[in-house]
């Protein structure tokens, strides 16, 4: 022991580091394909909760079979072909980042608080023996303390609102965080996002049964004590809803239809 080197210690100590760090390496990367799995079974859970039909007695992805995944510009509302945007692979949230395919908002257009938006946005038809039931709609914006995720199903008629879910947000428990709340989701059903004009119309609000009867199809109540959250949420729906999101495409399916494929 008289002659053992006085950093062997420390060169134990850095080998067994490696080695630790080799090891979590490999398993982070053996576990990515899982987690990319998981992943996308959640997002199609959710995108099935929106449109309420998701059924937790039966496999997520021969549910999610009826559902027809597309990606539309969101300037011109049209579709794209797929060798244009891969559905399967395009990540609308990376793709907002880069030059190519997204672009800055303006400080006035930019009323989601999301700051850059994406060229192309996935849309996910609902269909039955060929025809448009649903549209499954993927929205974002700001809240008091994070950015808010969520899918907004609308019916055939293009303004109901069906159902929605959100999947992802930092809002503080029991406060803005019921925005996660089936109770406070289920509000949102049979409202009607836009007026006869075609603007929208759809707002949250305090004591809704204080407006005009006539206005109580447009109106759902906020969420108590979370009032930020609750404006955040009314500004995101403004904004995906209204020109800059998918107004275009709305218009053009009310035009031209539904045509599969």
Known sequence: MANEHPLKPFY????????????????????KPYQQANRSLDQKKNILSAAGIFNPEEPITEQFSRIETRIL??????FVPTEQVDPTTYNQLEAALTDSMGSELTKETDLAGIRRLENYSPVYLVTSNGELEQIVLPVRGK?????????????S?????RGVSFYEHGETPGLGGEIANPIWQARWQDKQIYGESGDVELEFVKNRDQFPPESQIHLIDGISGATLTTQGVDKLMKFWFGEHGFMPFLARLRKEGYTNG
């Not at 510009?73 to 049209?78: H, K, R």
């Not at 809240?143 to 019916?155: D, K």
């Not at 008629?157 to 609102?161: A, E, P, V």
Request: hydrophobic share 65%; with cysteine.
């Open 157 to 161: 008629d293009l303004s109901s609102i």
């Open 73 to 78: 510009e969101l300037a011109t509302g049209a």
């Open 12 to 31: 134990s100590v850095l080998v067994l580091a490696f080695a630790c760090s080799a090891l979590v390496a490999m398993a982070a990367v053996g576990l």
């Open 143 to 155: 809240g008091l303390w994070s950015t808010m995720y969520a899918y907004v199903a609308i019916e």
